[in-house]
């Protein structure tokens, strides 16, 4: 017991390594939160499940690495030697020995292996019903380069960049690529699913807590990957209720957006700022209509580009990369190789006046 | 090639841990290996066999006759370089030059089947990428090939060391190394066969 | 061109240019695998730096997207194929004939190939910087980002066809030193009597030559997808892009393998020596090693549980990882087990060796977490994945390369590494290494994928990211600490006797650097640690130093062009495929070049007369 306490204070290094590590351990704790794209910190009944798994693999991992770890540095600071000290005993192996370090540590992989494989059979199976009692809401989801689209069969409505759930009910993605292969992932809610262009994938969660929660791509997919971001908004029954009728209100309007039967009277045209106007134009005429649909409706066939449904009211824009302001938008409308190289939309040339046009007109599309 | 490995071994009358020729040792290894690489190829093909919308399926085109041809000729080829061996040990220049010819056409005899295989098949409307059974089927087929000339061209230069009288019975291994790949070659065509071929018959 | 007899003997004779391109000497091999691969590991760390630079904080902005991707699409094709692989090929090259007993390995000239075949293709993957055109579809290459649709420019076209020429490198040095180890072992030398590194040898071209040929295949596939627009992995034509998932990884996890049996193998060799006592478990070590390779080719879907395989398939490669930790678990505890009871002597080599312990349990403890199939689905593809691999691959493989460069050195060159700056290289490459790594754990499960190119602000990814860029500094100031002191050991460097660490293996019995022909008498081996038993039969610690013989009826290969031309001609084969083709003319007038010029090299080489330029002495 002397020796190894002497050669602690005759070399500092090893109590230095300690210290780093427990520096590093506890780094966890020093970040400087909020955390909101945290694996730690589920907020659904998935995540949930995944969370308490990784957790005993934690406990057990840190149990595992203080005794193994331990028993390597007793053994550096014990058995020190020097130079010119008689030979030691050569022993060679233990049979016994041997067989007591197999079995244990498949003893302590059977305690992980086991809750794997029930939680792998329980997160395994989209739920026939959700725990309020409706049949799970079904989302489809299609990964694009480098953005999000979401359909709801149910509500035969179309949005991007923003996927709107309830809280309490069980969500049914089922998932697939127009392009390259993508990884959905929303930390809180569940852990990735791949996407594919020749497969459907197939993931679900049941949200219990209202917010907007941020999620990614997680795999892969060529320039912009590390622009494809995209925010979970999980609000109560109602409030959801009313986000749908509110985008199925777009049905009065066209594809485009522009209004069923086109507004003639004078009262309500002079009720719209002229700018608007200019910006509805303009938003006809400058081919921004080629790609973009406002109305949430299902969309007419050949829309490439995100649905700009509710735009206006969108947090986030340019993949949850860009806070949803004027100036924002106004920039990513005016230049969007400089905010997102490589981005496929495709901008001629307009004045600013043109584009605080279409900002104004977006604006209004709540 | 038959003579390269012999003076790269730095130790050929030295002894050997185990009682193989360093060479043949190295023929093994590399057709194990060869094996995954056929593996690979193979099960490519089982996977893609049924993926043509466009162009001509596998029913559409194989004419099972004429590749059994090759195929028998080609097994008729591993007999007969055991014999073309069996002359070089025992230095009897007369059987292993009639031998070694004999798997040589053989050899040729089977890729200018594949060649006019080949040729048929392009002009029944399957090319190379018309659809992905045939991009698997002529990739198989190809390496395969490519092997089969490879190992005609190795048997052609131990014919040709043969002829000059470069083949005493001491270096008999020359011939037994190419003959072990030439084995090897015949033995994936005999996978290959029944999985590609055969297989397509069946409803 | 006769080669002067007594090189080796008289050091102030400098070997020649035209010597060493064609040397057929698996030292001077090994040397230049060392050099030029550790040139491509400063490459790679470069790229690492200024990927370190750009994330130090949210927005970065230093690179554009397109260049990051380039960058850690290169900085992980070259640490493991141009870094770590050829540094392990080092010291299988100039170590494996020497701890078997063998003058040379059994190819020589392929041997020498396989260097120039390594070298070349890792100069031409680089090369594609020139062009600005490096590969960005990451080293694992998914369909259908690499196709030519999604993928239209060259890089990813020097990324198919440089792996197609490294592939060959390997699969050459595969086959001669699975030949040199089962055949050219010194008279006595069993199986179980081979030192571990052999054995990690052995094992790890067994993985070679089994998984290669999986992804050679692979990426001829998605050649001809590229070049002759066939849809193997695109779907438009019917293919799947899964399957190129399946064959990557049926390489790609053996290859994680490649990569750390060798370290397994070095550290197994060294920690007895320091110890003064003979490796604990010697046949646990032999079993779990063929275990763990074993295994490696029946895991490879754990890289794919969030392609939603479906719970069977879940369950199935789940619990076969998990099973890998035990084979692992043995060879730790036995490696602790070698120290226990021993008398540690704390030099450079065996302060690696115990590092390469102490970071390596980390690596295997969160790849246990990894095997956890629905808990890796939060882990894949974020940060806490690239922490663990780098603490298996920095940790592990890194740690244990410079253990036995710092073990290996006095053999190789006849000088000492300084000690004392071996020690600052350590501490610092320790506190580096877990400054850079060990704050990636965090922020992978507070959610920051990897491979992208910038994070947004608010996430809480900022603290953990600049002490990873910190610690990526401080590393590669310690990288600086061991050029320093390999430039010190070159020019004063102590002279290195036979045996300056008290050696068990058959290296430490002739001197140092040996002389060409390694063993002037082929030695007979009794024992496991044949050279210990040697010192114990004549009561010494140390025996006294051999003395330089001048080789007199040792024949030697001569050297050769040959493997250096045949190496060209595959490259400019491969180069061919570069331009796109139709299946009329599949292959361009560069293709047939190549060919021809291969051809005619194999043939000039197979009948080059055995004693052309030979050694003789």
Excluded at chain 3, 343 to 349: A, F, Y
Excluded at chain 3, 526 to 540: E, P
């Amino acid at each position: 017991m002397i020796r190894p306490l002497r050669n602690l204070t005759r070399r500092p290094y090893p109590l230095l390594l300690l210290g780093a590590f427990c520096v590093l351990a506890i780094s966890g704790c020093i970040g400087d939160g909020p955390y909101p794209q945290s694996t730690l910190d589920p907020k659904g009944d998935y995540a949930e499940m995944v969370d308490r798994l990784f957790r005993i693999t934690v406990y057990l991992a840190t149990g595992v690495f203080i005794l193994v770890e331990g028993a390597l540095l007793w053994a550096i600071f014990r058995f020190r030697g020097k130079p010119d000290d008689p030979e030691v005993a050569q022993v060679h192996g233990s049979t016994t020995v041997e067989i007591i370090w197999t079995v244990i540590p498949a003893l302590v992989l059977a305690l992980v292996a086991v809750p794997t494989v029930k939680t792998i059979l329980e997160t395994g199976k989209v739920p026939a019903t959700s725990p309020d009692g409706q049949a799970p809401l079904k989302v489809e989801v299609i990964g694009h380069q480098w953005w999000w689209e979401f359909r709801y069969p149910e509500y035969g409505i179309t949005t991007a960049g923003e996927m709107h759930v309830p809280m309490g009910r069980t969500v049914d993605l089922r998932m697939k690529t127009v392009d390259v292969v993508h990884s959905f992932w929303v930390p809180q809610f569940a852990g990735k699913r791949d996407v594919f262009p020749n497969r459907e994938t197939r993931l679900w969660f049941t949200a219990n807590a209202t917010g907007a929660f941020p999620g990614a791509c997680a795999e892969f997919c060529g320039l912009q990957h590390g622009r494809m971001d995209f925010y979970t908004v999980v609000a109560s029954p109602e409030d959801f209720t009313a986000w749908v009728a509110t985008r199925q209100a777009d049905s009065t309007l066209n594809p485009s957006g522009l209004p069923m039967t086109p507004v003639t009277d004078s009262a309500t045209l002079a009720m719209i700022p002229a700018q608007v106007a200019e910006g509805e134009k303009l938003f006809l005429t400058k081919g921004c209509i080629g790609c973009h649909s406002l109305s949430a409706m299902t969309p007419m066939k050949g829309m490439t580009g995100p649905n700009l449904s509710g735009i206006g009211a969108r947090r986030m824009i340019a993949s949850g990369w860009l806070e949803n302001t004027d100036e924002n938008l106004h920039r990513w409308i005016k230049t969007p190789q400089l905010v997102k190289q490589g981005v496929l939309m495709v901008v001629p040339e307009m004045t600013d006046a043109e584009v605080d046009a279409l900002v104004a007109y977006l604006r209004t599309k709540q | 090639m038959s003579s390269t490995l012999a003076h790269d071994d730095a130790h050929a009358a030295h002894h050997t841990s185990l009682p193989v020729d360093n060479r043949k040792l190295a023929i093994w290894t590399f057709i194990g290996s060869e094996c995954l690489f056929f593996a690979t190829l193979i099960s490519t093909y089982l996977i893609y066999k049924d993926t043509h919308a466009k162009g001509p399926g596998p029913k559409d085109i194989f004419e099972v006759p004429l590749v059994t041809a090759g195929t028998a000729v080609l097994l008729f080829s591993s007999f007969f370089v055991v014999m073309a061996l069996n002359g070089a040990q025992e230095g009897n220049r007369k059987k292993l030059l009639g031998w070694l010819g004999a798997t040589i056409m053989c050899g040729l005899f089977f890729l200018g089947m594949q060649v006019y295989e080949f040729n048929h098949f392009y002009h029944l409307g399957l090319g190379y990428t018309t659809n992905l059974f045939g991009t698997s089927f002529y990739t198989l087929t190809g390496f395969h090939g490519t092997h089969v000339a490879i190992g005609t061209l190795w048997l052609m230069t131990v014919f040709k060391d043969a002829l000059k009288g470069r083949m005493p019975p001491a270096k008999a291994l020359n011939l037994e190394l190419a003959a072990l790949y030439w084995h090897f070659v015949d033995v994936v065509w005999i996978i290959i066969f029944p999985v590609v071929y055969l297989m397509s018959l069946r409803s | 061109m006769t080669t002067t007899t007594l090189d080796q003997a008289h050091p102030a004779k400098r070997s020649t240019l035209v010597e060493w391109l064609t040397t057929v000497d698996h030292k001077k091999i090994g040397i230049l695998y060392g050099a030029s691969a550790f040139i491509f590991f400063l490459l790679g760390g470069i790229e690492a730096l200024i990927i370190r630079t750009q994330l130090m904080g949210p927005n970065g902005t230093l690179v554009s997207p397109e260049f990051y991707n380039q960058l850690f699409t290169m900085h992980g094709t070259t640490m493991i194929f141009l870094g770590v692989m050829p540094l392990s090929a080092m010291f299988f090259n100039f170590f494996i004939p020497l701890l078997i007993g063998a003058r040379d390995v059994a190819f020589p000239r392929l041997n020498a190939m396989s260097l120039w075949v390594f070298l070349l293709g890792g100069l031409f993957m680089n090369a594609s910087f020139l062009l600005n055109a490096a590969p960005n579809g990451g080293w694992f290459g998914y369909a259908p980002l690499s196709s030519r649709q999604y993928s239209p420019g060259l890089n990813m076209d020097f990324w198919v066809i440089g792996l197609q020429i490294l592939g060959i490198a390997s699969l050459a040095a595969g086959v001669n030193f699975f030949t040199t180890i089962l055949n050219m072992r010194a008279r006595g030398m069993t199986l179980m009597r081979m030192p571990m590194f052999v054995w990690s040898t052995l094992i790890t071209q067994v993985l070679v030559l089994l998984s290669f040929p999986i992804i050679t295949v692979a990426l001829i596939m998605l050649m001809v997808d590229r070049t002759f627009g066939a849809s193997f992995f695109s779907v438009g034509g019917g293919g799947d892009p899964l399957l190129w998932q399946h064959l990557f990884w049926l390489f790609g996890h053996p290859e994680v393998y490649i990569l750390i049996l060798p370290a397994f193998g070095i550290v197994s060799e060294i920690l007895p020596v320091f110890s003064r006592k003979p490796l604990f478990g010697y046949s646990a070590m032999v079993f779990s090693m063929a275990f763990i390779a074993f295994l490696g080719f029946g895991v490879w879907s754990h890289h794919m549980f969030a392609t939603g395989m479906g719970p069977l398939a879940d369950t199935f490669f789940s619990l076969a990882t998990m099973l890998i930790a035990v084979p692992t678990g043995v060879k730790i505890f036995n490696w602790i087990g070698t120290t226990w009871g021993g008398s540690l002597q704390l030099r450079t080599p065996m302060l690696f060796a115990l590092g390469f312990i102490a970071m390596f349990i980390i690596g295997g403890l969160s790849g246990v977490m990894h095997s956890v199939a629905p808990a890796d689905l939060q882990q894949t593809d974020t940060y806490f994945v690239v922490a663990h691999f780098h603490y298996v691959l920095f940790g592990g493989s890194i740690f244990a390369l410079t253990a036995g460069a710092y073990y290996w050195w006095p053999k190789m060159f006849g000088t000492m590494l300084s000690e004392s700056i071996g020690k600052v290289h350590f501490w610092l490459m320790l506190a580096g290494f877990n400054l850079t790594f060990f704050p990636m754990h965090f922020a992978g499960l507070l959610g920051m994928p990897r491979r992208i190119y910038a994070y947004p602000a608010g996430l809480g990814f900022e603290v953990y990211n600049m002490m990873a860029t910190a610690g990526a500094f401080l590393l590669a100031i310690s990288i600086l600490v061991f050029m320093y002191n390999m430039w010190v050991s070159a020019r004063r460097g102590e002279p290195a006797p036979a045996d300056p660490w008290g050696g068990a293996t058959l290296e430490w019995s002739i001197p140092s650097p040996p002389q060409e022909w390694n063993f002037t008498d082929e030695p007979i081996v009794t024992d496991r640690d044949d050279l210990w038993a040697q010192k114990r039969a004549a009561g010494v610690r140390t025996l006294p130093e051999p003395a330089l013989s001048d080789g007199k009826g040792i024949h030697l290969p001569g050297p050769s062009w040959w493997p250096l031309i045949v190496a060209i001609g595959i490259l400019i084969f491969f180069i061919g495929f570069m331009v796109p083709h139709t299946y009329a003319f599949p292959f361009g007038p560069i293709t047939i070049a190549g060919f021809l010029l291969t051809t005619v090299g194999i043939f000039k080489w197979a009948y080059e007369p055995p004693d052309a330029n030979a050694t003789h002495h």
